[in-house]
């Protein structure tokens, strides 16, 4: 896979159970492998990952985040949320560039 290839992810978004009202959508961990050998310098905080992602017609900058499952979790925006009409259990398609 080249640098800087784009990812298209498709999953569900849900909302963290603590506090705040975050929302997520997880990549899988064949997505996450692939979004890691994209990224070679060294990670940001939280070993968070640089990226662009776009949900439908909107774009934007943020990072995703890695869990203990080898996964990375993707913040969805509430005005990504708002503006693209997404809700809590919807199965949505995010392409990410991992920003190099």
């Not at 159970?17 to 961990?29: D, P, Q, V, Y």
């Amino acid at each position: 896979m080249d640098r800087n290839e784009s990812h298209t992810i498709i999953s569900r978004v849900w909302e963290w159970e603590g506090k705040g009202s975050w929302h997520f959508a997880t990549i899988n961990k064949e997505d996450s492998k692939r979004i890691r050998a994209d990224y070679i310098w060294p990670r940001k905080g939280f070993g968070s990952i640089p990226v662009l992602a776009t949900v439908g017609a909107t774009k934007w900058k943020t990072s995703v985040f890695p869990t203990k499952e080898k996964e990375f979790l993707l913040p969805i925006k509430r005005i990504v949320r708002e503006g693209e009409n997404i809700s809590i259990g919807d199965t949505i398609t995010i392409k990410l560039t991992v920003i190099t």
